[in-house]
């Protein structure tokens, strides 16, 4: 689960970086990135919400 949330935290990281490149200089690229990258926080915020709901019935 550490790991998990590791990797969520490096994730919305990057995301944040390349929103902020998109909005602040118009970087097409960083965009691209940041949707990307919001997929993969989809995908790993579900899998901790699964994992979390397994710990809690220990």
Same mark, same amino acid.
């Given at each position: 689960?550490?790991?998990?949330?590791?990797?969520?935290n490096?994730l919305?990281?990057?995301?944040?970086?390349?929103?902020?490149?998109?909005?602040e200089?118009?970087?097409?690229? /960083?965009?691209?990135?940041? &949707? %990307?990258t !919001?997929?993969?926080?989809? *995908? /790993?915020?579900?899998?901790? &919400? %699964?994992? !979390?709901?397994?710990?809690? *019935?220990?």
């Amino acid at each position: 689960m550490k790991q998990l949330l590791e990797n969520l935290n490096q994730l919305i990281s990057d995301f944040t970086k390349d929103a902020a490149l998109q909005v602040e200089n118009g970087n097409k690229a /960083a965009g691209t990135r940041a &949707r %990307k990258t !919001s997929l993969a926080i989809e *995908k /790993a915020l579900k899998e901790f &919400r %699964k994992v !979390s709901v397994e710990e809690s *019935k220990k």
